[in-house]
């Protein structure tokens, strides 16, 4: 266990880190720098919330490619290859609310806890970031600042502006990570509503009966590596699922169409059993 005075420096590092972070922040993105955080409104009373935490790919132009080469930016370790067409469309055939982040993943993971290693990652998968690689507490919390906060609130704000019914995430993973084989079309991940994950599995097996679905894979929500489940949708009570699309199925407009029709009617069915 840490020490009483070895928490409380830690403590005081991050007050300072933050107290910097504020004041350089202001000037971290540049005027052409896109926003952080897009909302686009469903209908008046939309019941349903969806978030694409890994929809872009932008940089801030004061962190150049981040010691990437182009190839590695088109890559899963980028973003999560065709995950906002497909929210775009549920978004559209449901009349849900949804938040989009346009920065890459690498700069800043919004699916992450500030604490979390990963947040700004300085390896992902087998390629090193060198713009990430021996960050201070200051720039770790100026990309928070800039970067997650405006998504975060964005996101609190639509949640708690009316009662929403469910709130659904939407992903898109490696067919193949570190040379391991991922044989599922669709992961489902969940911790303490595994209903909803039921209710998505079966509607989509009954759509097509060849999908394979997993539950839980091929990642699993943690309390500390993870932020939309545990730190908005479980504690409202919301249904919800973060869902995982094999990006090989999602990388053409076809596949997108066809994966998004898919989960639309997944999410009806999770509506009208769960009432």
């Given amino acids: 266990m840490k020490k009483d005075y070895q928490i409380l420096l830690e403590l005081f590092m991050l007050k300072e880190a933050a107290y910097s972070a504020e004041n350089m922040g202001k000037t971290f993105l540049a005027e052409t720098d896109p926003e952080p955080v897009d909302c686009i409104r469903g209908r008046e009373g939309a019941d349903v919330v969806l978030v ?5 790919r932008a940089i801030p132009k004061r962190l150049g490619s981040l010691g990437l080469m182009p190839e590695h930016l088109d890559r899963h ?6 995950a906002l067409a497909v929210s775009e469309r549920i978004a559209a055939n449901l009349g849900a609310d949804l938040i989009k982040q346009r920065y890459s993943r ?21 390629v090193t970031i060198p713009g990430n690689r021996n960050l201070s507490p200051e720039e770790r919390m100026i990309r ?13 704000a639509i ?7 469910a709130a659904f995430a939407i992903h898109s993973f490696t067919p193949v990570y570190l040379g391991k084989h991922r044989p599922w079309h669709l992961g489902l991940l969940s911790r303490t509503d595994p ?3 039921d209710i998505i599995a079966a509607t989509m097996q009954r759509r097509d009966n060849r999908m394979l679905v997993g539950k839980n894979v091929p990642y699993m929500i943690e309390e500390d590596s993870d932020w939309f489940i545990p730190r908005h949708a479980e ?10 699309i094999r990006n090989d199925l999602i990388d053409t407009k076809v596949g997108q169409n066809i994966w998004a029709d898919h989960l639309t009617a997944a999410f009806k069915d999770v509506l009208e059993k769960r009432k």
């Fill in 52 to 56: 694409c935490e890994h929809a872009g």
């Fill in 77 to 82: 370790i980028a973003w999560d290859i065709g």
């Fill in 106 to 126: 690498l700069v800043y993971d919004c699916n992450r806890p500030f604490e979390a290693s990963d947040a700004t990652p300085e390896v992902s998968e087998d």
């Fill in 144 to 156: 928070k600042r800039t970067i997650f906060d405006p998504y975060d609130a964005a996101l609190t």
């Fill in 159 to 165: 949640l708690d502006e009316r009662p929403k019914r």
């Fill in 195 to 197: 209903d909803t994950a």
């Fill in 235 to 244: 504690p409202r009570g919301l249904a919800h699922c973060l869902i995982e």
